[in-house]
Each structure stands twice: as structure tokens, then as C-alpha cells.
């Protein structure tokens, strides 16, 4: 069975950068049929794409996040993560990362989602 | 790229059916049949119900069914249960290596 892991800090300081890592269990992250993702969701929202990488560390981002997103992979840990940068109250949200299948698009297996709050 | 359109709820009473559209544009969901659809309980992680449109992974009833017409996909949940209530969210590749994500529509059974 799949599993995701999401883990960080809860409380980020505005401007400061918000960074996330996600363990994968059950599959490796090595796999060529997906790619790994991050999705959030402010509290009462809906679901947002902030983007996807490959084993290869090729990423693709939403275009209204790019500036401020980065991901990585860490294939000896079965790990990837999420750096967001000059973080704003409106980043606050849960962030959920889960395995997107290559092609088609649709994640198949969660996280249980972490909540980050911006604040001072 | 602009979220998907979902109605914010639709309703229904156990055993009827009932219907939630996603629209799109001709540079997602019109052009490509890569829509799917997550349930999500208050306080859960959203789960895959349908994917490219019409295809359920295993476990998910028979009762749910996607389709797709123009610039707009449906979700028919028939049957409804106690246990359909909830957030309904529809995804679609929206080119260029990006995906988009309804407003989400919660459903309440009566």
C-alpha cells in the first residue's frame, strides 16, 4: 500500500520561505510511471496545483506560483519537498502531497495533508 | 489558467441521482479527455473517484460515472447514500504540463 507523509513546520513567519518534504512508503519514488506532487488548500477552499517532479528532478509549476516555487527529490530517502518562498497569509492552507500518474494526469494516492499558517 | 467551474452544491435524497458538471475551456477540458474526480470528507484527504473521464479505480462504486461533453465533464452519482456527502473537486491537464482543479461542489443528501 502507498503511502505519503507530509512533514515541516506548521508556523512560517511572513516573507520567510515555507519548506515541506513528503516520505513516500510502498512504492519507490524512482518509479517511471509517476510523477510526485503538491497540492494545497486554504481552510474552507478548494484544491490548488502548485506543481509536480519527476525521479529525474524535472518539475513543472503552476504558473501563478513559479516565481516562488521550488522542488526537489531525494531518491535515497524516497523523499521529495517543497520550498515556497516570501510567504503571505494567503499561503496559509493545508498542503497535501500525493503521486500524480505520468500522462494522464490524476493522483491516485494522499497525503494526509499538513497545515501551515503564516504568521508573525 | 483559471479553475474549472463547479456549481458550490447540489443536493439530493438517498436513492435518487444526481449530476455535477466541471466546465472548462477548449484548452483543457475540451481538448483533453484527462478529467478526474476526488471526493473529499471534512477533515480528510481528497480520494480518486473517476480518471480520464469515464474510468473508476478499483474499490470506488459502481455508482459513481463520469462523462464529458464539449468544454464540460459530469460526475452522476446514482444510488445516493448517506455516505456521498461531501466536497466534489474535478481536475483536467490544462497543457503545457499544468493541471487545473474545480471550486469544488458539495453535495448534501437530504
Known amino acids: 500500500q502507498v503511502q505519503l507523509q507530509e512533514s515541516g513546520p506548521g508556523l512560517v513567519k511572513p516573507s520567510q520561505t515555507l519548506s515541506l518534504t513528503c516520505t513516500v512508503s510502498?512504492?519507490?519514488?524512482?518509479?517511471?510511471?509517476?510523477?510526485w506532487g503538491w497540492i494545497r488548500q486554504p481552510a474552507g477552499k478548494g484544491l490548488e496545483w502548485i506543481g509536480r517532479?519527476?525521479?529525474?528532478?524535472?518539475?513543472n509549476y503552476n504558473p501563478s506560483l513559479k516565481s516562488r516555487v521550488t522542488m526537489s527529490i531525494a531518491t535515497s530517502k524516497n523523499q521529495f519537498s517543497l520550498n515556497l518562498k516570501s510567504v503571505t497569509a494567503a499561503d496559509t492552507a493545508i498542503y497535501y502531497c500525493a503521486r500524480l500518474k505520468s500522462y494522464y494526469y490524476y493522483f491516485d494516492y494522499w497525503g494526509q495533508g499538513t497545515l501551515v499558517t503564516v504568521s508573525s | 489558467q483559471s479553475a474549472l467551474t463547479q456549481p458550490a452544491s447540489v443536493s439530493g435524497s438517498p436513492g435518487q441521482s444526481i449530476t455535477i458538471s466541471c466546465t472548462g475551456t477548449?484548452?483543457?477540458?475540451?481538448?483533453?479527455?484527462?478529467v478526474s474526480w476526488y471526493q473529499q470528507h471534512p477533515g480528510k484527504a481528497p480520494k480518486l473517484m473517476i480518471y480520464e473521464v469515464i474510468k473508476r479505480p478499483s474499490g470506488v462504486s459502481n455508482r459513481f460515472s463520469g462523462s464529458k461533453s464539449g468544454n464540460t465533464a459530469s460526475l452522476t452519482i446514482s444510488g445516493l447514500q448517506a455516505g456521498d456527502e461531501a466536497h466534489y473537486y474535478c481536475?483536467?491537464?490544462?497543457?503545457?504540463?499544468?493541471?487545473?482543479f474545480g471550486g469544488g461542489t458539495y453535495l448534501t443528501v437530504l
Open positions: 510502498g512504492d519507490s519514488i524512482t518509479s517511471g510511471n509517476y510523477y
Open positions: 477548449s484548452s483543457d477540458v475540451g481538448i483533453y479527455d484527462l
Open positions: 517532479i519527476y525521479t529525474s528532478g524535472n518539475t
Open positions: 481536475s483536467s491537464y490544462a497543457g503545457g504540463s499544468t493541471l487545473v
